[in-house]
């Protein structure tokens, strides 16, 4: 069993940057795929981005440039860094893991990030 637990979102004006962290539990972190999604009201969740057991990320076409996803080993910890906040952001922020052998899905409970015009 994993658990996966965010932070970081807020309320942040249009151009601003917030840092959403993601920690998870099990001996075995460094073998994770991580990635983040998000979900908007009304909306279906999409992938923002990923990045593999080796450090190797990978985006959504339309979230590169201003979205950096890195973790830290040590610290059970993804991040995902956002920067040049625009209205169309707010959203749910969720933390995924792939896990184990056969790369059993795990689902954080989310953050809220709210970008203000």
């Known amino acids: 069993q994993v658990q996966l637990v965010e932070s970081g979102g807020g309320l942040v004006q249009a151009g601003g940057s917030l840092r959403l962290s993601c920690a998870a539990s099990?001996?075995?972190?460094?073998?994770?795929?991580m990635g983040w999604f998000r979900q908007a009201p009304g909306k279906e969740r999409e992938f923002v981005a990923g990045i593999s057991s080796g450090g190797n990320p990978n985006y959504a076409d339309s979230m590169k440039g201003r979205f950096t996803i890195s973790r830290d080993n040590a610290k059970n910890t993804v991040y995902l860094q956002i920067n040049s906040l625009k209205p169309e952001d707010t959203a749910a922020y969720y933390c995924?893991?792939?896990?184990?052998?056969?790369?059993?899905?795990?689902w954080g409970q989310g953050t809220q990030v709210t970008v203000s015009s």
């Open positions: 995924k893991a792939l896990a184990g052998a056969f790369g059993f899905p795990y």
């Open positions: 099990g001996r075995t972190f460094s073998s994770y795929y």
